[in-house]
């Protein structure tokens, strides 16, 4: 009867979806034919009207064409600008005032106006496909604008629906005989045996071992039977020894449980401890208590008691039925409750109004974490009845402190954002209100200023950018790389700075320093960045200092990789020793403590994150007054070296 059933499924189907496709192809195709057609036709005629400016008579060309058929839903004739000035059935006002809405017909994105032909698309409305064309109108090569013609669904269309609504139900038909003759087979040939195997099942299910089924058949139905005594015969035998697999299998649980990295904790209905994972007990200090078999509110964190408290016994309650009859008599209250109490409820509450799973989230007090807490109802096999519940416990605190530090970071890029877009706006507002009452100096001091917190903007936007890459997972191809042409070229770009400052720049390279393992881009950043600070920080007579040497005495090496030492020195203000860690932060800038507004803050983050990716540190000293120094290692490269 399967077989059957599904052969003339397929077949039926089949032939439907055959029939539609084809009723639809063929359609298609013809509507787009009889629309390009029709377009071609009505341009023709109505172009020299249009450019002639004869709205009267291109007005009774269009209305006469429109009337002799009803293949056409919607005419519109559009200027080159797009501006619809005449349509059937829209009509166009004949007296244009402040109020008289333009309309503007959109035109597809592969329509080409100066094509020859027309461009058709179709699209579904409530009434059945249309056959859009959009037709260009050209009058001695001249574009005059675009024709768009409705077409209406072709009558196919509706007829393949109606075929297709009579093999549907043909096939529903036919499946439904199929299953009905089956069931009249099943009711007189199977019906008594599976009784009987019902009857047996039951038992079985009751713990009686000693039932049998003694009928005369053969077939697939006899071998069932014959199974299903084997069966009894086997559970009667292997009763104690099931009883022991199932010992053993509740002893894996546990183990599975004890193992796993988040905390577990199952209670009865009784709110009694049952089984708790060794994670658990760490989170909650229960290491050294014993508290199976103690009311498990008794010994949780006071703040997690309140939440858990009122949802823990609602889902204890007992009987499920009862909980959902409580559940649904409690709603019409429910509803009357203030706003702000709903939203404090747990999301199954808002939604199902059961509560067979709850999730909180808690800050402890005590042991400074953030902890989720899921709650799941334990039902029994025929998921009636509550046995217990299943508390799982995920210390979520880095995942708090990540997200705190994201929205630090959100909130810190849009206060650096604020204060040159403010800046920038009310100088050009000065300049557009009141340029004409400046003087060409202060003209040219508001633009000046108006430029530099531009590029003040464009720097902080391009660090922002940079960080975000580098603190991404992209990884960045390492070579050889010669620091000559890297210190050569950060010398060049900051050189005429430094003389401005009256401070001197200057490089100490060891000779024939051979090549080291990194990116030239990004090594070229760090020394711009560091020297950079280095100029903004030191006064006038001052020196910036660019050092690279190979390190020579083993004692000096962690790594069996001949290494390549880079320094960069400066005798700024130096920094004071609480801010050496920060300084590597995004947005601190130590320019705070000295009242200066240059900087971003993000330069130093930028360099840590770029010697993280060489798989290097960066290190710092400095004293306050004397100047300071940075420098990080990197390996010397070699052909084997592998490159990350």
Same mark, same amino acid.
């Given at each position: ?20 496709? $084809?009723?639809?192809?063929d359609a298609r195709m013809n509507d787009n034919r009889f629309g390009s057609d029709l377009g ?30 009803? &293949?056409?839903? =919607?005419?519109? =004739? ?112 199977? $019906? ?6 019902? !009857? ?29 005594? %084997? ?59 014993d508290v199976i078999g103690e009311n498990v509110l008794h010994h949780l964190p006071t703040e ?47 939604? &199902? ?19 989720? !807490? ?13 046995k217990g519940i299943a508390m799982t416990v995920q210390d979520i605190t880095r995942e708090v ?32 209100? =009141? ?19 531009? %590029? ?19 990884? =960045? ?90 320094? !960069? ?9 609480? %801010? ?65």
């Open positions: 009867m399967a077989a059957a059933t599904l052969v003339v499924s397929l077949v039926m189907s089949g032939l439907t979806f055959w029939a539609v496709n $084809t009723i639809q192809q071609l036709l009505l341009a023709a005629n109505a172009a020299p009207m249009v450019a002639e400016n004869d709205l009267s008579g291109l007005a009774r060309f269009s209305g006469r064409f429109f009337r002799s058929t009803s &293949s056409v839903r =919607y005419i519109l =004739y559009a200027d080159v600008e797009g501006s619809i000035f005449f349509g059937i059935p829209y009509s166009h006002a004949e007296i244009q005032n402040s109020l008289t809405i333009k309309r503007r017909i959109q035109l597809p994105d592969d329509y080409v106006p100066d094509s020859d032909l027309p461009f058709i698309r179709q699209h579904l409305t409530p009434n059945g496909q249309v056959t859009d064309v959009f037709v260009p109108l050209h009058q001695q090569h001249q574009y005059l604008g675009v024709l768009a013609i409705g077409i209406n669904p072709n009558p196919t269309i509706v007829a393949s629906s109606n075929l297709t609504r009579d093999v549907t139900i043909s096939v529903f038909i036919t499946i439904w005989a199929m299953v009905v003759l089956g069931n009249v087979f099943n009711a007189l040939m199977i $019906t008594r045996p599976i009784t009987e195997l019902l !009857v047996g099942v039951r038992n079985i299910a009751a713990k009686n071992f000693k039932q049998r089924i003694d009928l005369p058949l053969r077939g697939e139905l006899g071998e069932l039977i014959a199974s299903f005594n %084997d069966m009894a015969e086997r559970l009667e035998t292997y009763e104690e020894q099931n009883i022991e697999e199932l010992t053993a299998e509740k002893a894996k649980l546990e183990t599975l449980v004890a193992t796993i990295a988040d905390g577990a904790v199952l209670i009865d209905t009784d709110m009694q401890i049952i089984l708790v994972n060794p994670t658990a007990r760490r989170i909650f200090n229960w290491e050294n208590k997690l008691t309140v939440k858990l408290t009122k949802s823990l016994y609602q889902m204890g309650s007992g009987d499920r039925q009862t909980q959902l009859n409580n559940a649904n008599e409690a709603t019409t209250d429910s509803n009357n409750e203030d706003a702000d109490n709903s939203e404090n409820l747990p999301e199954s509450h808002s939604k &199902s109004h059961f509560p067979t799973r709850d999730e909180f989230r808690v800050a402890l007090s005590q042991s400074q974490h953030t902890i989720r !807490v899921l709650l799941n109802q334990v039902l029994d096999r025929d998921r009636e009845t509550v402190e990540l997200n705190e530090a994201k929205n630090q970071f959100i909130s810190n890029v849009s206060h650096e954002l604020r204060t040159p877009l403010f800046n920038i706006k009310s100088f050009i507002e000065t300049l557009f209100e =009141y340029g004409e009452d400046l003087t060409e100096v202060q003209r040219k001091e508001f633009l000046e200023t108006a430029n530099n917190e531009t %590029d003040r903007l464009t720097r902080l936007v391009n660090d922002v950018l940079d960080l975000s890459r580098l603190e991404s997972s992209q990884t =960045y191809h390492l070579q050889g790389v010669h620091l000559n042409q890297t210190v050569e070229q950060t010398l060049r770009t900051y050189q005429l700075n430094a003389k401005d400052k009256g401070i001197s720049l200057e490089k100490e390279i060891e000779a024939d320093l051979p090549p080291v393992v990194g990116h030239y881009d990004l090594l070229l950043q760090v020394f711009a960045n560091l020297v950079g600070n280095g100029l903004k920080f030191t006064k006038p007579g001052g020196k910036v200092i660019i050092k690279a040497y190979q390190l020579q005495s083993t004692s000096e090496l962690s790594s069996p990789i001949p290494l390549v030492r880079i320094e !960069v020195k400066d005798t700024g203000i130096g920094i004071a020793p609480e %801010d050496k860690e920060a300084i590597f932060q995004r947005f601190f800038r130590v320019e705070n403590r000295v009242h200066t507004l240059e900087g971003t803050g993000l330069g130093l983050s930028i360099v840590k994150n770029i010697i993280d990716k060489h798989n290097s540190r960066i290190y710092i000293e400095s004293e306050v007054g004397v100047g300071t120094s940075f420098w990080f290692d990197l390996p010397i490269y070699q052909e084997k070296t592998v490159n990350n």
